[in-house]
């Protein structure tokens, strides 16, 4: 183990004794708890769309995570709804509050931590849906797309 960190047994037995351990699993517990709660109340054969989604299972798994500051449909453009994520979520509450005060839309993206774009359950994010009349695009494009204006938006003074 020369010039590492931490000895094999340390990662592979010694860790598990440990008190951040204990609490982690606690923790991972609790969380893995709520998670199953939520997917055992979906069923594989839901036809929910995209907004049942969010309240059925993004909205929930979100809150198991510790997210619980967001704001629904934070446009990311100046001008249009081209650019609108489903979430804009925040770190704490003060975030949330300096993002709502500012009178620039896009601008609350400078307050926020991480963008959530949501799709119905059980879409395919890697390709396009010709069928889906509301939805016919790529939505792996259409998140990079929102990333990438999220973070002009953090960078441009």
């Given amino acids: 183990m020369h010039g590492q960190l931490f000895t094999s047994d340390f990662l592979r037995d010694g860790i598990r004794e440990t008190s951040g351990w204990a609490s982690a699993e606690t923790e991972f517990g609790v969380f893995r708890a709520a998670v199953q709660k939520v997917f055992v109340e979906v069923q594989p054969d839901f036809a929910l769309n995209e907004a049942q989604t969010e309240d059925e299972i993004i909205l929930p798994v979100l809150k198991a995570l ?92």
């Fill in 66 to 157: 510790g997210w619980t500051e967001h704001l629904r449909q934070a446009t990311a453009n100046s001008s249009g709804r081209a650019d609108v994520p489903d979430f804009l979520l925040f770190a704490s509450p003060q975030a949330k509050r300096e993002a709502l005060a500012t009178r620039q839309l896009d601008r609350r993206y400078r307050r926020g931590a991480l963008v959530v774009e949501a799709k119905r359950w059980l879409r395919p994010l890697d390709r396009g849906d010709a069928t889906d009349h509301l939805d016919p695009g790529t939505p792996s494009s259409q998140m990079l797309r929102y990333l990438s204006r999220a973070r002009a938006m953090q960078t441009r003074s």
